[in-house]
């Protein structure tokens, strides 16, 4: 019997979508979708690269729900790489797509199955399975990661009525803020999270077993913050070196899909930088990092700073996004500053020294700098000193106009330049969200924020309040995802 014309387009969507992937075959009314449709879904796509659910039509004996909503529910499972209608029998459709599996319940096992010598002819088996005896509903964790509760976030109003703004003068700010023209330069990192199920600890020595049921990349690093950059509404050109590697080219993937204009520099004696997380219960069980540490060489410097310099005309707000991995060499640094002074570009930099040494002072003059109480302290030495006494001593250290101090659960120290000459006035604002779900990447999103504020206007208090409003979103949810006005908005506006 010929394929449906419904059938032959979705034959073809599926095959150019496909080319050297293992394509797994799974058909069925799912009237309604129970635990063990998702153990059998899983075990599907454990067994290759992209799943391909055939839902039988309207036509088919014991399809009891329409087809449409049936369709919806196989679509929303995030197994599932490719669902639609199917209007043939399974068999015709095997014969054509010719997948290297087939599954089917454990129940089907022994019946006749027409499948089984549809498969055969290309070669590919038949399996049946009730999946794993181990449940762990993916959709869920997807909508933790996405979700943000808004209610565990609280805003100071009275930081506000000291500094004399209001939510309509923000609201005007994350407006102007769309206007803008920005360059991000600093190292790329790619953040995977694979979400485990605990299995228990092992028999054999005292080591916590797990087993992954799903793997989530984002763009982290000096990306999220070009990324970021873009999402709030800007456009955003970002600098970067990579490795000849996937990893490079799902990052200028994704980079590329949130709108930034990339600029990478290969180079082939490092991998492009991965950190992985290994979580299960929504804690982190061990993070493992992927990278070296080395400075780029001459020429990749060189190509990269004329390429710098060729779109700087067009650039309103420079931001150096260091996590100390070879990407920003002093001297690239001291010659992007010095082109950038002579063209009056506002700069900002931040230079993360979680587990590896960096100095936040080396970037100098300017606008705006944004390490943790423990780089301060390593930029200058001091480990003794208060917090005011610490952001005065690096901002004459380093020159810069303000310092913001990120003081992780207990908020942000502002330490501010005013109209006085020789005058710095000091405030302090507290962490806006009061259940974070994961703090990674609030430091990369307070400082685009909050910069992104100040190049189009805004005070150093109004821009720390956005920015850390910012933050507060972004601790809300898993993963680094691109931060959008209306996030701000509806924040301020609730």
């Known amino acids: 019997m ?8 979705a034959l073809q969507d599926i095959k150019e979508k496909t080319k050297s992937k293992r394509v797994i075959f799974v058909s069925g009314n799912f009237n309604i979708i129970h635990p063990g449709h998702l153990r059998l879904l899983r075990f599907a796509k ?53 997948p290297v599996f087939v599954v089917k ?9 027409p499948e089984a010598e549809a498969i055969a002819k290309s070669g590919g088996k038949l399996l049946f399975s009730s999946g794993d005896t181990i449940f762990s509903s993916i959709d869920l964790m997807r909508q933790e990661w996405k979700e943000l509760n808004r209610s565990s976030i609280k805003k100071p109003f009275d930081f ?65 913050v070009a990324a ?9 050109h970002f600098f970067s070196i990579i490795g000849k590697d996937e ?48 400075a780029m060489n001459s020429e990749i410097r060189s190509r990269m700073f004329d390429n710098i310099c060729s779109i700087l005309d067009e650039v309103d707000l420079m931001i150096f996004a260091d996590f100390n991995y ?19 570009i506002m700069m900002v930099a931040d230079s993360q020294s979680s587990s590896q040494i960096g100095d936040i002072s080396r970037f100098k003059g300017m606008t705006l700098i944004t390490p943790t109480e423990r780089e301060a302290r390593f930029a200058v030495h001091d480990f003794e000193s208060g917090l005011v006494v610490l952001a005065e001593k690096l901002r004459e250290q380093s020159l810069a106009r303000n310092v913001l101090i990120t003081l992780a659960e207990e908020g942000v120290l502002i330490h501010a330049e005013t109209n006085q000459k020789n005058k710095w006035l000091t405030d302090r604002l507290p962490a806006l969200n009061t259940a974070p779900k994961d703090v990674s990447g609030a430091g990369d999103l307070l400082l685009t924020c909050a910069s992104m504020a100040m190049a189009v206007g805004a005070d150093i208090w109004q821009s720390s309040y956005l920015g850390s409003l910012a933050a507060a979103c972004q601790v809300g949810r898993i993963g680094n995802i691109p931060l959008t006005p209306n996030d701000l908005r509806l924040e301020l506006e609730s």
């Open 247 to 294: 990893i490079a080219g799902f990052a200028r993937e994704k980079l590329e899909k949130n709108g930034v204009t990339v600029h990478f520099y290969e180079d082939a004696s490092r991998p492009t930088t991965l950190k992985q997380r290994y979580r299960a219960g929504q804690k982190t069980l061990l993070r493992v990092s992927h990278l070296r540490q080395h």
């Open 228 to 236: 970021h950059a873009c999402g709030l509404g800007s456009t955003a």
């Open 2 to 9: 010929p394929l449906h014309p419904e059938s032959i387009a």
């Open 46 to 98: 454990e067994c290759g690269d992209y799943l391909v659910v055939g839902v039988l039509d309207s036509e088919s004996n014991g399809a009891m729900v329409a087809e449409e909503l049936r369709l919806e529910g196989i679509q929303s499972i995030s197994w599932v790489d490719y669902g639609f209608i199917l209007r043939n029998s399974p068999a015709s459709f095997i014969e054509e797509l010719k």
């Open 160 to 224: 506000m009525a000291r500094h004399k703004f209001d939510f309509k003068s923000l609201l005007n700010t994350i407006d102007r803020m769309q206007t803008l023209k920005v360059c991000v330069i600093g190292d790329i990192i790619v953040d995977e999270y694979i979400t485990c199920d605990p299995l228990g600890m092992s028999q054999e020595d005292p080591t916590i077993v797990v087993t992954p049921v799903m793997h989530e990349k984002f763009t982290g690093g000096a990306g999220i």
């Open 326 to 344: 070879g990407c920003l060499p002093h001297g690239l640094v001291e010659q992007i500053t010095n082109e950038c002074g002579k063209r009056g």
């Open 105 to 113: 319940g454990k129940e089907y096992e022994d019946q006749y199955n």
